[in-house]
């Protein structure tokens, strides 16, 4: 089992930053994935972005040169630094740990962008 305990996120006007941290604990392994998904009202989660244990990363293209995900392996923490922050960024956002065929989410943290 792996535990995710995440925070950061709350509100901001357009144009601002924020960051997000979800540290994970359990049977963390050596080679795994973390990253963070989102879901807006009435949508389908989907993801934002992430890194493996091997510094590999993956964005969606909305968050591109806006948003950049890191990782502290020695603290088993993802980050995600979102800069120019949209309306439209506006949603839960759910830290996520891949290892193997296991996945595990995190409780959810409100992010809302002012316009």
């Known amino acids: 089992q792996v535990q995710l305990v995440e925070s950061g996120g709350g509100l901001v006007q357009a144009g601002g930053s924020l960051r997000l941290s979800c540290a994970a604990s359990g049977s963390i392994g050596n080679r795994n994935s973390m990253g963070w998904y989102r879901q807006a009202p009435g949508k389908e989660r989907e993801l934002v972005a992430s890194?493996?244990?091997?510094?590999?990363?993956d964005y969606a293209d909305s968050v591109k040169g806006r948003f950049t995900v890191s990782r502290d392996n020695a603290k088993n923490t993802v980050y995600l630094h979102m800069n120019s922050l949209k309306p439209e960024d506006t949603a839960v956002y759910y830290c996520n740990f891949n290892r193997g065929w296991s996945t595990y989410w995190g409780q959810g943290t409100q992010v809302t962008v002012s316009s």
């Open positions: 890194v493996t244990s091997g510094g590999n990363t």
